[in-house]
């Protein structure tokens, strides 16, 4: 096994003027869940169109399982390993729930009966049901459970919870880890709701303007970032704006607060050497941290 | 033993899970001798990713906290229970503490930012991460 179930280097893409993807790398560990943060339009979806082959790199390379996606050879073997649930979920409105599970079985060899079964029953889906007269939330369960039991190794789920109400969000977090917990799947899904990444996965990749600016293990960036507030005499905040770690400063009349990336031992040690300084320190969550690296770029 | 979460906290989960469990232990919720939940059912009732459940797990048994028995499960190691007087005790120091503060008539918000603040900057002081 490589070391990078998906790695992607220095990937590039525009649609005429617009740069869509500006150099983007990517590595995600095998048996993770890994969460793909951004706004609308930072590149997310993009992006997943190009691992999985739908559309070209204007450069740059990725692989999957160790195969670069370019490699036509042996993109089917890589395509049967990979469970993908879309934004715009493309199933066959006219078909029932169970006519469109026996229709997708016979694509996959690995196909788990024990899986289907399991998610119907988990997922209360109606086999008789037209797949046009589903609601969206159990429009997603139905694409989930055919992206499952197909036996991946990996799903890609393209904002898998959107437009799902809370309890639906729950149900499809609750059957991610699970899945991930029994079968050792990895599972890389984009979002932009922080609340969900943060519960469940364990690396994440914020991404703005087509870079990934934050990668990491979410447990390490949460050591890492901390938020330090300075109560000072006099002007400082010049002194510690270009200090390294520091990611952003701000004034309010004397207190001064600064979001620090690492060193944080170190920025805690010189400002506490500055007269007349008090600083307290606080624990920041991934929202503090996706919105002052995403803001104001 | 009845485990609370809050994922959206900026304290690693891990860190929340192993102070919970520990907790969990030192108020005698889970005691010595007894079996904590596999991996995958805690992961499943939390809701959380399995992999933060395996290094939980792999961090109490460093420490001493856990034995975990080959295919048999995690269990509670009969040496840590003997903190529990201690912690009771602390518990006793703690609370006459807080009540002394509170009739400083400090909020919730401001004693807990103290502690956390000496807590933090015994840290730095003695050089250690």
Known sequence: MDEWLIEARDLRKSFGSQTALDGLQLQVPPGSIYGFLGKNGAGKTTTIELLLNIIKPDSGHASIFGVPITDVRRCAEVRRRIGFVSEDKGLYPYMTVGQIIRFTRPFFPAWRDDLERRYLEAFSLPLNKKVGDLSKGMGSKLMLLLAIARGADLLILDEPTDGLDPAAVDDVLRELVSIAASNGTTIFFSSHQLAEVEQIADHVCIIDRGKAVVTGALDELKAQYQRIQVVVDRELSSAVRWVDGVVRVRQEGRTLSLLVSRNVEAILAQIRSLPGASTEQFPVSLKDIFLETVRNN | ?129
């Open chain 2, 1 to 129: 033993m009845i485990l609370r979460l809050n994922p959206s906290s900026g304290i690693p989960l891990y860190l929340q899970l192993i102070e919970q469990i520990k907790h969990a232990i030192e108020t005698e919720a889970i005691r010595a001798g007894e079996q904590l939940p596999s991996v995958r059912r805690m992961a499943e009732d939390l809701v959380i990713n399995p992999n933060t459940v395996a290094k939980v797990f792999r961090e109490l048994e460093r420490t001493g906290v856990i034995e975990v028995r080959h295919g048999a499960g995690a269990y509670v190691r009969s040496s840590v229970v003997s903190r529990t007087k201690l912690m009771r005790k602390a518990q006793d120091i703690v609370g006459a503490a807080v009540d002394r503060l509170e009739s400083m008539e400090l909020t919730e918000d401001e004693v807990r930012r103290i502690v956390e603040n000496d807590l933090a900057s015994r840290r730095s002081k003695s050089g250690k991460k």
